[in-house]
Structures are given as structure tokens and as C-alpha cells.
T-cell receptor
């Protein structure tokens, strides 16, 4: 099992550009989520999904979109990147009664 | 809405000192509680978790945590820290009855002096 994989590992964008962060898991977990990690603020939930076709907003959803067309994949889209979105992004998956399993993260810089 | 508070943002200890990191949550219902650790340059890994049963939970690497329901607390402890425990520690909570949405605290950065 590869667990949770994320691509890319690093990305630099200019303000206004769009991009998609990829996340995939091979553990057949129903639940997937995206977090951003900023110094002193811990992990903040951006969006989450409880199954294919079902997504919902977390604590800080503005500026991000998600979709869940399959159980395995949960991409995060930045529609128009802003410097405030410079962060480290983690994707995670879990199933009922389990802990979160995290991907290796994507370090995003928006200039 | 759920929230998680970690009392200490930075802790510096010498090797062999005892560790206690505080965590309080705000949610009135049944909860699942977690402590995760993030070593420098790595992603989060589970240290221990509490779902039900004995409120004193033992995890990996000699860590333990105690769930005190009346205080809405889930403090992390280790009797004797090592230099290799230098990391950031996160407390997290989700709803116990079928809940998946997990909320994290702001983290405590621990530095252990050799």
C-alpha cells in the first residue's frame, strides 16, 4: 500500500494563477480531507468529503474548491492564488473508528 | 463548533525531564481524541488515540495520555524525554459517534536539549 500520496511536493505560483493539488489514497477510506498548516496555527481544515460525490466546507474554505468523483482521489483546486494561500497543504484519509492517515504534504508559495 | 486548545506553544526541556502537554477541547458530546507528532520535515504521525474504555491511553515511544471527561482534557505525558522527541505535537478531536471531521489544536513545539 502506498497510503496517501500527494503531488506536487513543491510549487511556486504567481498571484492569480490557478492550480490543482492532487491527493490519492489506496486504503479504501470513505473520508478524505484537506488541511493547511501555518506556523502557530496548527492544521486548519479546508474541505472534507465523506464519500464519492459528497463534499463539505471546513474552517477555511474560501479560495479553494474540491470534488470527489472516486473513492481514491480528492483534488484541491486553487482558483486564483493569493499570497495568503502560501502554506503547507496536507491531505488525509480515514475510515470509521480510525485515525487520520496523512500524505507527505505540498509546500506552496504564492508570489 | 468544536475547538481544541493547546496551552503551551513552545516547550524546552533537558533530556530525562518529564513532559506534560495540555489539551482541552470544547464539544459536549462523545468524542474521539488523538495526539499526533510531526518530526522536522515530516508529515503527521499518530502517537495515541482514545475512543472509549480506560481513560489512560498508552501510545508509541513511551507516551501516554489521560482523558478527563469532566475537565474536557486530554493531556499528553512522558516520564523521561529524549533528544529524539524534539518535534511538534498536535492534539485533535472528532465526534465520537460516526464523526469524521477532525479538528486540530495549534500545536506545541517541543525542543529537548541533549
Amino acid at each position: 500500500n502506498a497510503g496517501v500520496t500527494q503531488t506536487p511536493k513543491f510549487q511556486v505560483l504567481k498571484t492569480g494563477q490557478s492550480m490543482t493539488l492532487q491527493c490519492a489514497q489506496d486504503m479504501n477510506h470513505e473520508y478524505m480531507s484537506w488541511y493547511r498548516q501555518d506556523p502557530g496555527m496548527g492544521l486548519r481544515l479546508i474541505h472534507y468529503s465523506v464519500g464519492a460525490g459528497i463534499t463539505d466546507q471546513g474552517e477555511v474554505p474560501n479560495g479553494y474548491n474540491v470534488s470527489r468523483s472516486t473513492t481514491e482521489d480528492f483534488p484541491l483546486r486553487l482558483l486564483s492564488a493569493a499570497p495568503s494561500q502560501t502554506s503547507v497543504y496536507f491531505c488525509a484519509s480515514t475510515s470509521l473508528g480510525r485515525e487520520q492517515f496523512f500524505g507527505p504534504g505540498t509546500r506552496l508559495t504564492v508570489l | 463548533a468544536q475547538s481544541v486548545s493547546q496551552h503551551n506553544h513552545h516547550v524546552i526541556l533537558s533530556e530525562a525531564a518529564s513532559l506534560e502537554l495540555g489539551c482541552n477541547y470544547s464539544y459536549g458530546g462523545t468524542v474521539n481524541l488523538f495526539w499526533y507528532v510531526q518530526y522536522p520535515g515530516q508529515h503527521l504521525q499518530l502517537l495515541l488515540k482514545y475512543f472509549s474504555g480506560d481513560p489512560l491511553v498508552k501510545g508509541i515511544k513511551g507516551f501516554e495520555a489521560e482523558f478527563i471527561k469532566s475537565k474536557f482534557s486530554f493531556n499528553l505525558r512522558k516520564p523521561s524525554v529524549q533528544w529524539s522527541d524534539t518535534a511538534e505535537y498536535f492534539c485533535a478531536v472528532n465526534e465520537g459517534t460516526g464523526g469524521f471531521k477532525t479538528i486540530f489544536g495549534a500545536g506545541t513545539r517541543l525542543f529537548v536539549k541533549a
